[in-house]
């Protein structure tokens, strides 16, 4: 079985930044990078970002580029999601997930991802 668990949400003031985390464990598995999703209250889950390992090319929704940025540190086995200028229509439960289809092209379909965790919640206030 794997968990995967983000952490690292809360409330903050527009203009400021959090960083986010996810790291997965348990059964041992192949993926070909992660991403990050977020989804607002009666809002469809939508892509934030994308890492892939093979490359390390990150990807990002225009709305987050130039504000946030993917990474990894290989050592903690952990992603990150730096936000920084965070505004109120940031505001979502953030998940992580784990590419594990490695066909198709674009990083940003929810069901190239396999390995979800229960998310995090992020709000921004104005």
């Known amino acids: 079985q794997v968990q995967v668990v983000e952490s690292g949400g809360g409330l903050v003031q527009a203009g400021d930044s959090l960083r986010l985390s996810c790291a997965a464990s348990?059964?041992?598995?192949?993926?070909?990078?992660m991403g990050w999703f977020r989804q607002a209250p009666g809002q469809e889950r939508e892509f934030v970002a994308a890492?892939?390992?093979?490359?390390?090319?990150?990807y990002y929704a225009d709305s987050v580029k130039g504000r946030f940025t993917i990474a990894r540190d290989n050592d903690k086995n952990t992603e990150y999601l730096q936000m920084n200028s965070l505004k109120p229509e940031d505001t979502a439960v953030y998940y992580c997930?784990?590419?594990?289809?490695?066909w198709g092209s674009g990083w940003s379909r929810k069901d190239f991802y396999r390995y979800w965790g229960q998310g995090t919640q992020v709000t921004v206030s104005s």
């Open positions: 348990g059964r041992p598995f192949s993926s070909y990078g």
């Open positions: 890492l892939t390992w093979s490359s390390g090319r990150t």
């Open positions: 997930a784990y590419r594990t289809n490695p």
